[in-house]
C-alpha cells in the first residue's frame, strides 16, 4: 500500500534521511524506531507530505503522494501529532474538524452523516464520556484518544503516529496502543508510527524498520529487528534482549553500568550478557 | 443546541445594531425622537427633517456600518490566520502606507484636483505596503506569516516616522489636514463612496464566510490545518491580499480609526465562542455597531464640537478590553 522508494529528503539543503526504501503492507502494524536524531520523525513528515523530497518517491498505491490532491490525500492519509494545539474547543468541535475534507464548497454546518460519524470514531476510541470537555482540561491520555479520534474521523487507509504514547503512563500506553491494533483489524486501516519505546515497538509492530544515521539499519518483524547485536549496534549500548513470557516478543532490558563492571569482573573478560538467558 | 445559540446571537445583534441607528439618527444638534424618526423612515416628514436624516446623518452611520464592520471582520480573519490575537488591520503597516499616501496628497496640494484624489492616495499607499509585503514575504513561494508581521510592524514605523517628516516641514493648514485625517472621521464623505464602501463590505463578509472552515482548521496549526486538506499557502495568500486590500479602503476613506480591529474580535470571540461561522459575522455586525456607536458618541458628546471618532473607539474599547481582562482572567487565548 505504502511504498517508499529511494526516498531523499531534509530541509533546506541538509539531508537528514538518504535513499530510504521500505514497503508497508495494506492492514500492517509499522513502526519507525530508531535513536534521537535518526531521521524517524522526518520520514514521518515526509510520508506525510509535510516535507518534500529531494529524490526518490513516496507512493500510496503507486500514486506519487505529491500528486495527490490536498483535499484527496486528506481523506486517505491521516496523521496524529505528538502534541495536540492549544485551541478552546470541545473534543467534540475538535473531532468534528475532522470532516473537513469531506465538506462542499458551499457547505458551513455539519450533516447528520459527519455528526454520526464523528460520535462513531469517539465512541470506538472511548471519548464519547468526555466529548463535552474543552481540550484544554484533558489529561495526556485523554488528549491522545480524542487526537486519533479526530484522526480518525477523517476515514482514512494510513493513519500516521508520531510518539503516540510519548508521556504517557503505562497504563495509557497500553490503552492507545491496543486500541490502535483493535483499529487495524477492524477497519483495516494501515498504521505507521514513529515509537520511542523498542518494548512498546516490538510487542505490537507486526514489522518495523530501525533507522540509524538517516538510513535503515534492520527492517522486518520484531524477532529479526530486537536482536541484541542490532540494538547495541544501532544505540551503542549494552542491552539484553529477551522474551516476553506471555506473547514471545522479544523485549529490551538495559544495563547500567557498574551492573556491567560487576558482572565482568565476576565472569572474567569474556563475560558477555547474551540474547535469551 | 450550537445553532440555535448562533442564530439567537445574530438576531440579537442585529436588534442591537438597528436600535443604535436609531439612536444615531435621532439625536443630534436637531434632535428628532426616536419615534419619530421611526415614523419618518417609514412615511416620510417633513423636508428638513427628511434632509437631515437621510443626506446628513443617514450617509455617516452607513459609512459606520461599512467601515466597522470591514475593520472588525479583518481583524477576526487576521487573528485567526496570524494565530496572535494582537494582530489587527494596523499592524500590518498597510494603515501607515495610506497615512503616508494621504499626507503626501496634502502636502502636495493634491486635494484642489478633486476631492476623490485624497483616497485614493491613500489607497496607492496601502497598495505599496500590500505589494512590498507579499513580494518581501512571498520570494520562496512560502508565506512566513512571523516574518510578515516583522516587515508590517517596521513598515508601520518607517511610514509613521515619514509622516512626521512631512508634517514637520508642512504648512499649518496642511498639518491640520493631516491631523484630522489621521484621526479618522466618518463624516464628510462623498455619497458614491459611502456606497461603494457598503457594497464591498457586504460582498468581503460574504467572501470572508467562504473561508470559515478553513479558518477553524488554521486555529490548530498550519501542520495540523494541511493534514486536514486545506491548501495552506493559498489560503494564507488569498486571506493576508483580502484583508489588506479591505483596510486600504477603510483607510483611505475613514482614516485611522484604531482599536475596531483589535477589540471587537477580541470582545466577540469571549461572547460567541471561537468557531469561525458565527465569529466572522457577528464580529461584522459588533464591528459596525461599536462605530456607529462612537461616532455618535463623537459628534455629540461636545456638540456643537465633534471629536474625533478614533479618540472615542481608543477609550471606549480600551476601557472595554482592560476592565475584560481584568474580570475574565484574560482575553489572551485566541
Known amino acids: 500500500m505504502l511504498k517508499v522508494d529511494g526516498l531523499t529528503c531534509g530541509y533546506g539543503h541538509k539531508v537528514i534521511i538518504s535513499a530510504i526504501s521500505l514497503h508497508v503492507k495494506s492492514g500492517e502494524f509499522f513502526g519507525l524506531i530508531g535513536p534521537n536524531g535518526s531521521g524517524k520523525t522526518t520520514l514521518l513528515r515526509a510520508l506525510s507530505r509535510e516535507i518534500a523530497p529531494m529524490n526518490g518517491a513516496v507512493l500510496i498505491d503507486g500514486k506519487n503522494v505529491g500528486d495527490i490532491p490536498v483535499r484527496d490525500f486528506a481523506r486517505q492519509v491521516t496523521v496524529v501529532s505528538q502534541v495536540l494545539p492549544e485551541v478552546d474547543l470541545t473534543v467534540e468541535e475538535f473531532v468534528l474538524l475532522g470532516r473537513l475534507p469531506y465538506f462542499n464548497a458551499m457547505q458551513f454546518v455539519e450533516s447528520k452523516h459527519d455528526m454520526a460519524v464523528a460520535v462513531r470514531c469517539m465512541a470506538l476510541t472511548d471519548s464519547l464520556r468526555f466529548k463535552d470537555k474543552p481540550l484544554d482540561h484533558l489529561s495526556g491520555g485523554e488528549r491522545q484518544l480524542a487526537a486519533i479520534a479526530r484522526a480518525l474521523a477523517q476515514e482514512p487507509r494510513l493513519l500516521l503516529l508520531d510518539e503516540p504514547t510519548a508521556h504517557l503512563d503505562i497504563t495509557h500506553q497500553v490503552a492507545v496502543m491496543d486500541l490502535l491494533r483493535k483499529l487495524v483489524r477492524e477497519l483495516n486501516l494501515t498504521v505507521v508510527m514513529v515509537l520511542h519505546d523498542l518494548n512498546l515497538a516490538s510487542e505490537y509492530c507486526d514489522r518495523m524498520a530501525l533507522l540509524r544515521a538517516g538510513e535503515i539499519f534492520a527492517a522486518g518483524t520484531p524477532q529479526e529487528v530486537v536482536d541484541y547485536r542490532v540494538i547495541e549496534e544501532v544505540y551503542k549500548t549494552i542491552v539484553v534482549v529477551n522474551r516476553n513470557p506471555v506473547s514471545g516478543k522479544p523485549y529490551v532490558l538495559i544495563v547500567p553500568d557498574d551492573e556491567l563492571c560487576k558482572s565482568r569482573g565476576a565472569w572474567g573478560k569474556a563475560g558477555r550478557l547474551s540474547d535469551g538467558a | ?334
Open chain 2, 1 to 334: 443546541m450550537k445553532y440555535a445559540r448562533w442564530a439567537s446571537w445574530l438576531v440579537f445583534l442585529i436588534l442591537l445594531l438597528g436600535a443604535v441607528m436609531v439612536w444615531s439618527l435621532s439625536v443630534g444638534a436637531s434632535g428628532i425622537s426616536a419615534a419619530r424618526v421611526v415614523r419618518i423612515l417609514c412615511q416620510g416628514g417633513s423636508p428638513v427633517e427628511h434632509s437631515i436624516i437621510f443626506d446628513i446623518r443617514l450617509p455617516r452611520i452607513i459609512l459606520g456600518f461599512a467601515v466597522g464592520g470591514c475593520l472588525s471582520l479583518a481583524g477576526v480573519i487576521l487573528q485567526g490566520l496570524f494565530r496572535n490575537p494582537l494582530v489587527e488591520p494596523y499592524t500590518l503597516g498597510i494603515s501607515g502606507g495610506a497615512a503616508l499616501g494621504v499626507a503626501v496628497n496634502i502636502v502636495l496640494g493634491l486635494s484642489a484636483v478633486g476631492a476623490y484624489t485624497l483616497p485614493v492616495c491613500g489607497l496607492l499607499g496601502a497598495g505599496g505596503v500590500i505589494l512590498f509585503l507579499y513580494v518581501s514575504s512571498l520570494r520562496t513561494g512560502v508565506v512566513k506569516l512571523q516574518g510578515l508581521l516583522l516587515n508590517g510592524v517596521m513598515i508601520s514605523f518607517i511610514s509613521s516616522s515619514l509622516v512626521m517628516l512631512l508634517m514637520s516641514i508642512a504648512s499649518s493648514d496642511s498639518l491640520h489636514g493631516i491631523v484630522f485625517w489621521m484621526m479618522g472621521s466618518l463624516g464628510g464623505s462623498d455619497l458614491s463612496l459611502v456606497h461603494f464602501m457598503v457594497l464591498v463590505s457586504l460582498a468581503s463578509l460574504a467572501a470572508g464566510y467562504f473561508f470559515c472552515l478553513q479558518l477553524n482548521a488554521l486555529a490548530l496549526g498550519e501542520e495540523e490545518a494541511r493534514h486536514l486538506g486545506v491548501p495552506i499557502e493559498q489560503v494564507k495568500k488569498i486571506l493576508f491580499v483580502f484583508c489588506a486590500v479591505l483596510t486600504g479602503f477603510c483607510v483611505s476613506i475613514a482614516g485611522m480609526i484604531g482599536f475596531v480591529g483589535l477589540v471587537v474580535p477580541h470582545v466577540m470571540r469571549k461572547l460567541v465562542g471561537s468557531d469561525h461561522r458565527i465569529l466572522l459575522g457577528a464580529s461584522f455586525l459588533a464591528g459596525a455597531l461599536f462605530l456607529i456607536g462612537s461616532d455618535t458618541l463623537a459628534r455629540t458628546i461636545i456638540a456643537p464640537l465633534e471629536l474625533p471618532v478614533g479618540v472615542i473607539t481608543g477609550i471606549v474599547g480600551g476601557s472595554v478590553f482592560l476592565y475584560a481582562l481584568a474580570h475574565r482572567g484574560g482575553l489572551s487565548h485566541a
